[in-house]
């Protein structure tokens, strides 16, 4: 028997909100997708150990602001879905201000767990948000078939909005993230409000090769290399745990080797089969992935915008609020 959705007990997650907020709030675009009924009970937070499905929320109360539901704390909820060969996959729930508007699920590169969007979730606080640790990194278990792609790994992510009871959202991949959010949005379309490619290459054989400096860098898996690929030095001298605490996560050699033959894959969707609208992130100076795939999102996906950040590597965002912005004005345009 599949589990049963996290939030169908004290937090119903309803298909769509029963009335679109007013036509005040951020700057009057109709907005229609995941609503959640808060009960008036409180829950309090509590320790959880692998094997239980669902945490405690810390306590929240309910207000309301310019007509909507909004939650004065966060409520995080820690349920496991099952993917369809039975894989256990753990995912995050944190409720934004505003749950009447479509989620977003943040999808993280190769042999990272949810981790790899601490830097940047509260970035989206407005809006409910998901994470997730990929097969074989975190929480998540390390079952693999004989052939796994990015494609595969799309399916894990229909797997959670399915558990969660979400039927539309917005997603946003960052590096092999991006790879497996070009998936959703042609293969999955039906399920995707927008996408956004962060840093990430064109899934089918036109895109350019990964630069020769990221590809070895990626094969030692020295720390301090990978930290200044992705950050800027300015940030690694005023943060130097936090840059080099987590990048690479995986569960085991056997979970990197398939995350590695997922990521350089050149199996993707071509770009034309993205149908829903996207909007392409790459920093300017990026040794991971070669600047020039932004291009040929550009030229090639139907509905598409596309922001090179200057003077930004992989990770373009740190220290970089403005960028975050941007997304988030993306998003509010196709709420």
């Not at 004065?72 to 496991?80: E, F, G, N, T």
């Not at 085991?252 to 909007?279: C, T, Y």
């Amino acid at each position: 028997m599949a589990p049963q959705s996290p939030l169908s007990s004290s937090a119903t997650l309803l298909r769509r909100a029963s009335s679109p907020p007013p036509a005040s709030h951020r700057g009057g675009s109709r907005r229609f997708g995941v609503a959640v009924k808060l009960s008036s009970e409180s829950f309090r937070t509590r320790q959880i150990s692998r094997s239980q499905s669902v945490s405690a929320a810390p306590v929240f109360r309910q207000s309301s602001v310019l007509g909507h539901v909004r939650t004065a704390r966060y409520i995080a909820l820690v349920p496991v879905a099952l993917a369809p060969d039975g894989s256990r996959l753990r995912y995050s729930i944190r409720l934004g201000a505003f749950p009447s508007l479509p989620p977003l699920v943040l999808v993280q590169g190769r042999a990272l767990d949810h981790h790899g969007w601490d830097s940047a979730r509260s970035d989206f606080s407005e809006r409910t948000t998901i994470v997730f640790d990929h097969r074989g990194t975190g929480d998540s278990t390390s079952e693999f078939p004989p052939r796994w792609s990015t494609r595969d790994f799309a399916l894990d992510v229909m797997a959670i909005l399915d558990n969660a009871g979400i039927a539309r959202a917005h997603f946003y991949g960052h590096s092999m993230g991006g790879r497996i959010v070009q998936w959703i949005g042609a293969d999955h379309a039906e399920r995707a409000v927008s996408i956004v490619i962060g840093a990430t290459s064109v899934g089918d054989e036109t895109g350019p090769p990964r630069p020769a400096e990221g590809a070895k860098a990626l094969a030692t898996l020295d720390t301090k290399t990978l930290a200044s690929l992705f950050y800027p030095d300015w940030w690694i001298a005023e943060n130097p745990r936090e840059a080099c605490k987590v990048l690479i996560a995986p569960q085991s050699p056997e979970a990197m080797r398939v995350h590695s033959e997922a990521s350089d894959l050149r199996d993707g969707p071509h770009p034309e089969s993205i149908s829903v609208p996207a909007l392409v992130l790459q920093g300017a100076d990026d040794l991971l992935v070669d600047p020039g795939n932004a291009a040929i999102f550009g030229s090639r996906v139907p509905d598409v915008e596309v922001s090179i950040i200057p003077d930004a590597r992989h990770s373009y965002w740190v220290g970089r609020p403005e960028v975050h912005k941007r997304v988030e004005e993306f998003l509010a345009r196709h709420d």
